[in-house]
């Protein structure tokens, strides 16, 4: 099946300052998405990017479908941004979402 | 409107037992996946049900079964429990049979003895 890989797995930022979260994939995908997961636990979705620049507030994200890799922006960190980062990967053969092992962002004030 | 909602919230068993979740989609969506989300992993994929009828697998053992309800709602039910089936069982609703966009729910966490 298809890997995903996140990098970095853990990262530790001073409030204020900007980051950048990478996602490989091991093959074409239809769809890729990143997702916030709280303390919680909830699973909050951030972009839908099958390829392409978007931007929302403070996050952006930049799919290279070609290169199978995805970037995630996080400028002006604040303490709210804490939590793990998951990207995953959506092949319509098979109807699977398949997630990366996350990235751990701990902002401190 | 009301999210993915799941019960209960925490669970513990000893091993041996078993359990069963429960998971409430959002309203109109027909789909229903359920996850297996072990401590410091990504969410892995168990099954998914759309309009009552199993239309994925993942790879885990007979022990972990599901169906799904008239009304939609979902039921995962886990035989002869691990210590290794500690985790956070995430469910997520579809309007459609493809899993491209999914909600989630805020997950069961179980704790096996």
């Known amino acids: ?109 | 409107d009301a999210g993915v909602t799941q019960s209960p919230t925490h669970l513990i068993k000893t091993r041996g037992q078993q359990v069963t979740l429960r998971c409430s989609p959002i309203s109109g969506h027909k789909s229903v996946s359920w996850y297996q989300q072990v401590l410091g992993q990504g969410p892995q994929f168990i099954f998914q049900y759309y309009e009552k009828e199993e239309r994925g697998r993942g790879n885990f053992p007979d022990r972990f079964s599901a169906r799904q309800f008239p009304n939609y709602s979902s039921e995962l039910n886990v035989n002869a429990l691990l210590l290794g089936d500690s985790a956070l069982y995430l469910c997520a609703s579809s309007f459609g049979a493809r899993v491209e966009t999914q909600y989630f729910g805020p997950g069961t966490r179980l704790l096996v003895l």
Not at chain 1, 1 to 25: K, M
């Open chain 1, 1 to 109: 099946g298809i890997q995903v890989e996140q990098s970095p797995p853990d990262l530790i930022l001073q409030e204020g300052a900007n980051s950048t979260l990478r996602c490989n994939f091991s093959d074409s995908v239809n769809n890729l998405q990143w997702f916030h997961q709280n303390p919680w636990g909830q699973l909050i979705n951030l972009f839908y990017i099958p390829s392409g620049t978007k931007q929302n507030g403070r996050l952006s994200a930049t799919t290279v479908a070609t290169e199978r890799y995805s970037l995630l922006y996080i400028s002006s960190s604040q303490t709210t941004d804490s939590g793990v980062y998951f990207c995953a990967v959506f092949k319509a053969a098979g109807n699977k979402l398949t997630f990366g092992g996350g990235t751990r962002v701990l902002v401190k004030p």
